[in-house]
């Protein structure tokens, strides 16, 4: 199983609709990182949260690490088309490794 | 111009041929790492290296090793390719700061091996 999971595994909405990509571990996340992904391409780093309850935003894109520091959620407001792609967590989950878990993907695709 | 730059950014091989994937970086980073994608199974690390004398193996070294030949280049090599090698290879660097692990990838090398 995977030590970091991502739901939903895939997601489609309206233009102009909110949606909500949830990232949870077993194990305290010291650490967590949003990348997004067009199809067939590199991941670009979008935000990282470090402190329980912290909270991130650009642009329409917000993202929030619980107070427990075992979920993040990623939420996009006003969907547009340009938002569609793979949006991955990945995790440092074991104290400053320098080395990341990542979650299986969340693919969205926003229909105009 | 590209932070992390990887060549070929496509390639396709036959299997039991060796075939090296390169990755080169300007954001002067210390860290760098070599993951795999493949559909539905996220990004897996293959290796890592934290100076030019630093090299660890990941979750899934097998197969494959790697070269660190300088700060700015890491390459990785499948010795022998083998079909279940077929994924997308994926290079990042990280600054490795304090508690900052955050990685910036490249382009990534979409890999076939017949």
């Known amino acids: 199983s995977q030590e970091l999971e991502q739901s939903p595994q895939s997601l489609i909405v309206q233009e102009g609709k909110n949606l909500t990509i949830n990232c949870t571990s077993s194990k305290t996340l010291y650490g967590l990182y949003w990348y997004k992904q067009k199809y067939g391409e590199g991941l670009i780093f979008l935000m990282m949260?470090?402190?329980?309850?912290e909270e991130k935003s650009h642009e329409k894109i917000t993202a929030k690490l619980d107070e427990k520091k075992q979920q993040s959620s990623l939420h996009i407001t006003a969907s547009q088309p340009s938002h569609a792609g793979i949006y991955l967590c990945g995790a440092d989950t074991n104290s400053n490794t320098g080395k990341l878990i990542f979650g299986q993907g969340t693919t969205l695709q926003v229909k105009p | 111009d590209a932070d992390v730059t990887q060549t070929p950014r496509n390639r396709i091989t036959k299997t039991g041929k060796r075939i090296m994937l390169e990755c080169s970086q300007t954001k002067g980073h210390d860290r760098m790492y070599w993951y795999r994608q493949d559909p539905g199974l996220g990004l897996q690390l293959i290796y890592y290296s934290f100076d030019v004398k630093d090299i660890n193996k990941g979750e899934i070294s097998d197969g494959y090793s790697v070269s660190r030949q300088a700060q700015a280049k890491f390459s990785l090599s499948l010795e022998s390719a083998i079909p279940n090698q077929t994924a997308l290879y994926f290079c990042?660097?990280?600054?490795?700061?304090?508690?900052?692990?955050?990685?910036?990838f490249g382009p990534g090398t979409r890999l076939t091996v017949l």
């Open positions: 949260l470090q402190k329980g309850g």
């Open positions: 990042a660097t990280s600054p490795g700061t304090g508690w900052r692990n955050e990685q910036f």
